[in-house]
């Protein structure tokens, strides 16, 4: 697998874990995100076995697996089962727009939709994959990243259908502060969201 780095730190990228975690970078990816943080990373090869026994040798309970995309890795399952074989507890970042039925069980999602600018009204949710809403589970987190005060009103929208669903998950609202205040729209945010449930599972990160 084409890996960029594995290095211990905090991940504020998991709402549910303050301390200290195990990061696996890696390196393929089906898109450019102009802010990607690992685009210009050095990458090199490093065989399943290698990776799982680097991670053996690192303390902390939880490892937080990122791309590129890793849904388009074939031999994810065989890492994460590895991983799940060493007692860690794996989380992993994707994106929604492919099919959840590629990860396998017994990992947690932290799936990543980039809110569209204009969302139609016959709520036509082409970023994300439909058929993940009967794939998300309790544990798994949905990631709206917000990059434009235009997007705000239609990620909360989206998160009023999910309810409509009865989606009983995290919400992380990624706010990049560069485009948009933060502070401001968490309150907004805050306000526009109807019911107490849903601000219970809720997350703010600043981009």
């Given at each position: ?11 504020k ?26 685009s ?54 994707i ?19 980039i ?30 990243s ?16 999910l ?45």
């Amino acid at each position: 697998m084409k890996v960029k780095e594995i290095y211990v730190g905090e991940n504020k990228e998991i709402p549910s874990v303050a301390t200290q975690v195990i990061n696996i970078i890696l390196a393929e990816c089906d898109i450019q995100c102009l802010q990607c943080q690992y685009s210009n990373c050095a990458e090199y090869e490093m065989s399943i076995d290698s990776i799982v026994n680097k991670v053996k040798g690192l303390s902390p309970d939880n490892v937080f697996i990122v791309g590129g995309e890793l849904a388009i890795f074939n031999n994810l399952p065989i890492l994460c089962g590895a991983l799940l074989s060493l007692n860690k507890t794996v989380y992993l970042k994707i994106n929604g727009a492919i099919p959840l039925s590629t990860i396998p069980d017994g990992i947690h999602k932290i799936i990543k939709i980039i809110i569209p600018e204009n969302l139609d009204a016959e709520k036509n949710f082409d970023f994300l994959y439909v058929e993940n809403l009967s794939l998300i589970e309790k544990n798994d987190f949905l990631e709206l990243s917000l990059t434009s005060p235009a997007k705000m009103e239609n990620a909360v929208n989206f998160v009023h259908d999910l309810e409509f669903h009865e989606l009983e998950i995290g919400i992380i609202f990624l706010i990049d502060s560069n485009a948009i205040d933060y502070a401001e729209s968490v309150k907004k945010i805050k306000g526009i969201l109807k019911t107490e449930r849903t601000k219970s599972i809720l997350h703010f990160v600043n981009k």
